[in-house]
C-alpha cells in the first residue's frame, strides 16, 4: 500500500493561481507514475495531468495544458501541480494518483483536496 498526502487546496478568485503538492513513501516513489484527478459536484472524476517516474514524460488533459503544469522532485518524494489563471469550472476536490510500472490503472489514490475558484 502506498499512501499519498495532499496539500495546496484552497480558495481563490478566478484568474488566481494555487498549488498543489502530494508526497508518497520514498521507497517506492521514484518508481510510480504520478497524477492528478479532478471531480466537480456531480461529475464523474476526470484526469488532469500525469508524470513519468524519471520526470521526462508529462500529459495533460487537453483542455488544461497551457494553464496547469505538473512536476516533481524525486529527492523530496513530492509531486506538484501548479494551478494558473483558474476559472470557477476548476472547482472541484483533486485528487493525487499514483501507478506501479506496468500497471493499467492507477493504485493509488489520496484522499484528496478541494479547490474552489469563485467568480
Known amino acids: 500500500q502506498v499512501q499519498l498526502v495532499e496539500s495546496g487546496g484552497g480558495s481563490v478568485e478566478a484568474g488566481g493561481s494555487l498549488r498543489l503538492s502530494c508526497s508518497a513513501p520514498a521507497r517506492t516513489f521514484g518508481l510510480l507514475t504520478m497524477g492528478w484527478f479532478r471531480q466537480a459536484p456531480g461529475r464523474e472524476r476526470d484526469f488532469v495531468a500525469a508524470?513519468?517516474?524519471?520526470?521526462?514524460?508529462?500529459r495533460y488533459a487537453e483542455s488544461l495544458q497551457g494553464r496547469f503544469t505538473i512536476s516533481r522532485n524525486n529527492a523530496r518524494n513530492t509531486v506538484t501541480l501548479q494551478m494558473n489563471k483558474l476559472k470557477p469550472e476548476d472547482t472541484a476536490v483533486y485528487y493525487c494518483v499514483a501507478k506501479r510500472a506496468g500497471a493499467q490503472e492507477y493504485d493509488f489514490w489520496g484522499q484528496g483536496t478541494q479547490v474552489t475558484v469563485s467568480s
Open positions: 508524470i513519468s517516474p524519471d520526470a521526462r514524460n508529462a
